[in-house]
Structure formats: C-alpha cells, structure tokens
C-alpha cells in the first residue's frame, strides 16, 4: 500500500493578536471626510439663511458655538 499525501499546503492564519495597521488609519481617514462633509453643509445651510433678521436685525439663524472636550462622568 502506498502512502498518501496531502494535495494542499496548511496555511497558518495569523493569530488572535495580530494588528491590521491599515484599518486605524482608514477609519481616521474616514472620520475626517466626514467630519469635513458635515462642516461644510453647515456652513452653507447657514449661508443661505444668513438674511433673515428680526425686527431688531439680528440673524434669525446663527450656530452654536464650539467649546473644548469634555470628560464625563457617570
């Protein structure tokens, strides 16, 4: 009787703590096009609102402000 032989290679998969560099950086990536994307439709969503005043002429549409990040607790 002759002996049989696999007709495939074993692969190894690489372990559980192996690290995809790329997908950090595409995540990133993708955080600041949208980021940027949201900014801008802000911008000309309060562009296009910028002549409405009261009767005082104050703007009718105005943005809040941004402030610095903040931890919370729970």
């Known amino acids: 009787m002759s002996e049989t032989k696999p007709t495939t290679d074993v692969i190894a998969f690489p372990s559980d703590d192996a690290r995809d560099l790329l997908t950090p950086i595409l995540r990133e990536g993708a955080q600041k096009m949208l980021a940027t994307a949201i900014e801008l439709e802000a911008h000309a969503w309060l562009e296009e609102r910028a ?10 549409v105005v943005r809040n402000g941004h402030q610095p990040t903040r931890s919370i607790q729970t």
């Open 51 to 60: 002549s409405l005043r009261d009767e005082n002429g104050r703007r009718l």
